[in-house]
């Protein structure tokens, strides 16, 4: 039903639903892009960089901890890590 001057009382309101909907759904949006962003410039923060003498020698500690190594071998690959680490000319390589 409608008032004296011609507006119904729902259409004063309209502009508030219209607002508040737009604003939660911008927010949401927002939201879910900050998440997005943070988890992709995470996963690669934290610890050595993949490839990198760090990771290497995580590696070969992680295998010679589940026994694929012996201790010969574990410290052979390791004293070759290190020096590949020392020599500019090897990382190169």
């Known amino acids: 039903m409608m ?3 011609g507006w119904d009382h729902m259409d004063r309101f309209n502009w508030f639903g219209t607002t508040l909907t737009f ?32 990771h290497a020698v995580e590696i070969l500690r992680e295998r010679y901890a589940r026994g694929e190594m012996n201790d010969e071998d ?18 190169s390589r």
């Not at 574990?74 to 990382?91: C, F, G, I, M, S």
């Open 74 to 91: 574990y410290r052979q690959a390791r004293e070759t890590l290190e020096r590949a680490d020392q020599n500019p000319v090897a990382k």
């Open 23 to 54: 604003g939660v759904s911008l927010i949401a949006l927002l939201a879910v892009i900050f998440i997005v962003v943070s988890l992709l410039s995470s996963s690669g923060a934290s610890g050595p960089a993949v490839g990198g003498p760090d």
């Open 3 to 5: 008032n004296s001057n």
